[in-house]
């Protein structure tokens, strides 16, 4: 009876002993290793506890061979079943807030998660909206790269015609220089005995004064005068590119003539047919390249109200420039 008792006990304790809730404790090492790798905390937890339970086992193998031989002593093997079952329950009190704290975990993971992959989805539909937008930059980049093509070829069309148009202007310069020499050369013996010869604005500007030209009052060019137009008509008949404006001034004294001139309207225009038709004389000059006019006293050198003044603006300007014809065709191109 006694050993039958015994047996019991021990059947008990084996009972007990393997009532440790190994296939729930499987279970729950599955659900972990779902979680993400933000439970490892808590799979350390568990680990941990399978080592308790580890080292339970193996004390209690110590205490079934402990009990084995110890069968006589029941109070000592009750007081070791005591204690195994309040570790026991420790354990599984331990085990069941692993369990609840793994539970909250993997709740919180999942919340975690779906906050996440929200997250997620903002941050794709952010992106597409970039790259929407970027697209649309590449096609406005690549419109406004086919318009500066296009501007930059029409910038090196106009690179050429402005090129051209130097090319022309520089000539013309050229042209203006080689006549004011020729000019110079032909009146050496005129240039700064009442004649001067200028050049501003691209054109040569050759001004006679009244002394060297005209007796007061006179439209009758002098014979001096007249040796100096001529000396001029030989350059102008050898350079036919260059266009001939002849203009008389006279000062601000009225005339209130009462003859052919009444005037300084008179006067000025009078005095320019004049020298204009001594150019033309004996000449092949074409009349087409010269003009005529009258400036009367409205363009004054020097506006001073005294003699010295007034015998400089009575004067007669032949103004040379050269025809535009080349310059204006490559404006036309244009």
């Known amino acids: 009876h006694f ?4 047996s019991s006990v021990l059947s008990l304790i084996l009972f007990l002993s393997s009532c440790v809730p190994q296939a729930k404790l499987e279970t729950e090492q599955e659900k972990r ?3 993400e790798t933000d439970l490892t905390a808590a799979k350390k937890g568990l680990m941990d506890a399978e080592n308790s339970l580890t080292e339970l086992r193996s004390k209690h193998t110590d205490i079934e061979k402990q009990f084995y031989g110890l069968q006589k002593d029941t109070a000592i093997v009750g007081t070791t079943y005591r204690n195994l079952t309040q570790r026991y329950d ?6 069941e807030q692993l369990l609840t704290q793994l539970s909250k975990m993997t709740q919180n993971a999942a919340s975690e998660n779906t906050s996440l992959m929200g997250k997620l989805n903002m941050t794709q539909e ?3 909206k970039k790259q929407d937008e970027l697209k649309k930059i590449q096609i406005d980049l690549e419109l406004k790269k086919s318009t500066l093509d296009e501007l930059q070829s029409e910038l090196d069309k106009r690179a050429t015609r402005i090129k051209e148009l130097e090319d022309v202007l520089k000539k013309k310069d050229q042209a203006i220089n080689d006549l004011k020499k020729k000019v110079s050369d032909a ?8 004649l001067t010869i200028s050049q501003k ?3 040569i500007y050759v001004s ?3 002394s060297l030209l005209f007796a007061s009052g006179s439209t009758k060019v002098e014979a001096k005068g007249v040796e100096a137009i001529k000396k001029l008509a030989k350059v ?3 350079n036919a590119d260059i266009n001939i404006m002849v203009e008389g001034h006279t000062d601000d004294q009225p005339m209130n003539g009462s003859g052919e001139i009444k005037d300084n309207w008179d006067l000025s225009v009078m005095r320019a047919t004049s020298v204009t038709k001594i150019i033309l004389k004996g000449t092949t000059i074409d009349p087409k390249r010269i003009s005529s006019a009258g400036r009367g006293e409205f363009f004054p050198l020097d506006a001073a109200k005294t003699a010295p003044a007034r015998k400089k603006n009575r004067r007669t300007e032949i103004i040379l420039s050269p025809k535009l014809d080349e310059l204006l065709k490559v404006l036309e191109s244009n």
Do not use: A, M, P, T
């Open 236 to 238: 102008l008949e050898q």
């Open 33 to 35: 290793k779902i979680c």
């Open 126 to 128: 952010e992106l597409q």
């Open 187 to 194: 009146l050496v013996g005129f240039e700064g005995n009442g």
């Open 201 to 203: 604005n691209g054109k």
């Open 208 to 210: 006679i004064d009244e």
């Open 3 to 6: 050993l039958i008792k015994n």
């Open 90 to 95: 420790k354990l599984n009190q331990v085990n």
